[in-house]
């Protein structure tokens, strides 16, 4: 593994390589999660269509109703969402907190001598 890191850290030319083909496998990646995005617009387009051309009548008022239960779950999983974030970042604070003193711990000088030990 080290001959591996030396080999691609001596050699330039391997990292320009490695970074051309990360972007262009992340930009196809991302080009096809678009065009799932626009496909699923599209369904939900047509969607409505059709049950506009069912119903007219009915359609506005459910539509209205449906955007407004969408909303309100959006609303609680954001909350829900906020609430997790929260206690994660209160988790890493506090090891992070341990993890720094354990690690002064360990830099400060030894003033035993090597005897003792």
């Known amino acids: ?3 591996i890191i030396n080999y691609i850290t001596s050699h330039q030319f391997i990292i320009g390589v490695c970074a ?12 096809k999660f678009i065009k ?9 387009i047509i969607f409505g269509g059709y049950l506009f051309f069912k119903e007219p009548g009915k359609m506005p ?14 609303r609680s999983v954001v909350e829900k969402g906020r ?12 090891a992070e907190k341990l ?5 002064d711990k360990q830099l400060e000088p030894d003033n035993k001598p090597a005897r003792e030990k």
């Open 36 to 44: 799932l995005v626009l496909l699923f617009i599209l369904v939900l």
């Open 61 to 74: 008022k459910s539509l209205s109703e449906t955007m407004q239960r969408a909303k309100e779950s959006t």
């Open 20 to 31: 051309f083909v990360a972007i262009l496998i992340i930009f196809f990646l991302f080009k």
């Open 83 to 94: 609430g997790v974030y929260d206690s994660v970042k209160g988790v890493y604070k506090k």
């Open 99 to 103: 993890v720094t003193r354990d690690i």
């Open 1 to 3: 593994m080290d001959d």
